[in-house]
């Protein structure tokens, strides 16, 4: 581990599901609790069995609580499996699986939600009664909902993600309510401070989970007015996506599996692009400022470390700008 950088003024992570779980956890580790504040997309949100499912906000409520299912890269550790059985045996669906312990979670969040709580409001309670410190943030407190436009017709994104395994090529990416949709309170307000010292897009799908974000008008406004920097931390590494269907959908679109594509993608938003080590030498080229690491987070201590470079990075960037 590195040493721990001056850590003044307050952060936003912008942050999907494992991917960003994993550097939310450093985050933690490396900022005191009130200077962060994590964002979650909620794109990937559905109704499930008249339950309602934030799959992101989960998997970095159960990261951060060291709870999670590192098997799987979803739900929690320890989990089984009787409820699914008896659903099954009933004829109810089985292509989406709710663990026991994980149900608890759902149904908590949709009981709150029919009494008129926020999703913002739930989520901080989770978090309190899970044992979290730094505020997690839902990207709004209105239903956006991500739909594939794929070569076999719209699919809502589970359908898509679980349901077909992501098999279906895509064509575009919508995401529903977000034209309407204002950004949560609590994002909004970390986005405002008046200390605000950076925003990080951690290494989450830009197409799946971090464009439902951008596409809610007051929260991309509110990142194209702002005073800190803006870093990014590549989902590529070695011209491959670390887990997950980043690279088949960037095929799927026309793209070029580079660290430029990246770049584009977040054009006008971002001041900064940090890159694993294995693609260094392409640094000098990119013509944004890049910040060299380890991306790949294995460990705690990788996870803690990727979060320091990242705190640095805005640190150097924020330098350069006086
Ligand atoms: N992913 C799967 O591949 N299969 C599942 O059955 C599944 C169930 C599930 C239940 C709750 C939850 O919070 C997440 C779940 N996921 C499942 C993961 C989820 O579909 C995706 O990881 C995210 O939406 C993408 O970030």
Not at 42 to 57: A, K, R
Request: hydrophobic share 45%; with cysteine.
């Amino acid at each position: 581990m590195t040493t721990a950088p001056a850590t003044q003024g307050s952060y936003v992570a912008l942050c999907g599901g494992i991917g960003g779980a994993k550097l939310a956890l450093g985050l933690m580790h490396a900022l005191p609790p009130e200077n962060l504040t994590i964002v979650v997309n909620t794109g990937d949100d559905f109704e499930h069995l008249g339950l309602h499912v934030s799959p992101d906000i989960d998997t970095v409520l159960y990261t951060l609580a060291g709870l999670a299912n590192t098997e799987l890269g979803w739900g929690l550790a320890g989990e089984t499996w009787s409820f699914m059985a008896a659903v099954e045996k009933l004829g109810g669906p089985a292509w989406f699986r709710l663990g026991d312990r994980d149900l608890a979670s759902h149904v908590t969040r949709t009981q709150m939600l029919r009494q008129g709580a926020t999703l913002s409001t739930i989520t901080d309670h989770l978090r309190r009664r899970l044992g979290i410190a730094p505020r997690i943030v839902p990207m709004s407190d209105a239903p956006v909902r991500t739909v594939v436009d794929t070569e076999n017709g719209r699919l809502p994104f589970q359908t898509y993600f679980v349901g077909r395994r992501c098999e279906p090529v895509i064509r575009s990416i919508a995401f529903d309510g977000a034209a309407s949709a204002t950004p949560a309170p609590d994002a909004a307000a970390a986005l405002a401070a008046s200390d605000l010292a950076g925003i990080i897009v951690c290494p989450s799908n830009p197409w799946l989970s971090i464009d439902p974000m951008l596409a809610i008008p007051g929260l991309r406004q509110a990142l194209m007015q702002r005073r800190a920097p803006l870093v990014a931390v590549s989902p590529l590494v070695g011209g491959a996506a670390v887990k997950g269907p980043t690279a088949k959908i960037m095929r799927e679109l026309g793209l070029s599996l580079d660290q430029r594509a990246i770049i584009e993608h977040y054009r006008g938003l971002l001041d900064g692009v940090m890159l694993d080590i294995v693609d260094g030498r392409q640094a000098a080229g990119l013509g944004i400022a890049t910040e060299v690491t380890n991306t790949v987070m294995r460990s705690l201590d990788d996870r803690i470390d990727l979060a320091r470079a990242a705190l640095r990075f805005c640190e150097r960037l924020r330098a350069a700008r006086v």
